[in-house]
């Protein structure tokens, strides 16, 4: 595997491929890898012929400096998962590479990026197409894989896809779970063994909530209230939304597609755990 630095490395490698007809898959992530993206680089592999993962911490999508600051970095661990994975390019440029003077571009898709994360982090989606678009634009990828455990993130790529209409391929991949129910996440590194405990309970209870036959405001009401009643977790939102738009919705049969998105804070710290789950 090779580890590229340079847009135009990555450039020129890529051309070569291209031009043998070689067909290339992206896997972007910003490092700190764990079994959920190697799930996604395996995948890449088997469909594509070139696999590039890029690994850059992107600061732009960040509206918390405390959060990229101990957001872990592991580039040395993170080349061997992706050797093993079988993934042919490590990108991993530095921020003055990838942003020689700022980025002003603005995307703005809503209700999809104002919803949800997108209301709590101003500029986080914003950030996230930013970057993405140069990744894409750099790679010029057949096929993008992201994991499901952001949902959100994948239906505001999917609408930056169209608006700006790239010819790639979205790969939605689903949320690899530690055995306690746990979504992987680079940020569980960060969890104390005892946040460790309680973390798996926002699973169990999302599962839980779609045995219960009840309506959305009182499932919303529910699961809020089992979380909320174990000490260490606090709900920061709970949404259940329509699946392709995430518009908020009041009947189970206003959507095809419905989704009850959560964040929760866990721990003295806190640390912010993401999930989801598919109702229908
Ligand atoms: O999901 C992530 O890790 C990031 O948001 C992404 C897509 C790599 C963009 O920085």
């Known amino acids: 595997m090779q580890v590229i630095n340079t847009i135009t490395q990555l450039q020129d490698y890529l051309q070569k491929e291209r031009a043998e007809g070689k067909s290339i898959g992206l896997v972007p992530t910003m490092g700190a890898l764990h079994e959920g993206h190697a799930s996604l680089v395996r995948r890449s592999v088997a469909e594509n012929d070139i696999t590039v993962v890029s690994i850059f911490l992107n600061p732009t999508q960040f509206n918390d400096p405390k959060d990229l600051e101990r957001y872990p970095r592991t580039l040395e661990s993170d080349c061997t998962i992706l050797e093993k994975c079988g993934a042919q390019v490590a990108f991993a440029p530095s921020v003055s590479e990838i942003y020689p003077k700022p980025d002003t571009r603005q995307f703005s898709y809503p209700p999809t990026d104002s919803v949800m994360e997108g209301a709590r982090r101003p500029g986080h989606f914003n950030g996230v197409c930013q970057i993405v678009s140069k990744l894409f634009q750099m790679t010029d990828p057949d096929r993008a894989y992201f994991g499901e455990k952001d949902y959100q993130q994948i ?53 839980e909530s779609k045995t219960l036959g009840l309506t959305i405001e009182e499932t919303q009401k529910w699961v809020v209230s089992q979380i909320n009643a174990i000490e260490g977790l606090e709900v920061e939102y709970y949404s259940i939304v329509d699946g392709d738009t995430l518009a908020d919705i009041n009947d189970w049969s206003q959507a095809s597609s419905v989704v009850g998105c959560i964040t929760v ?16």
């Open 155 to 207: 239906a505001v790529i999917r609408r930056m896809v169209e608006d700006q209409k790239f010819k790639v391929d979205i790969i939605a991949c689903p949320v690899i779970r530690e055995v306690d129910g746990l979504a992987m996440s680079s940020r569980n590194t960060l969890l104390s063994l005892e946040e460790k405990e309680i973390a798996p309970n926002i699973y169990r209870i999302l599962k």
């Open 265 to 280: 804070y866990c721990g003295k710290t806190p640390i912010r755990l993401i999930d989801h789950i598919r109702y229908k």
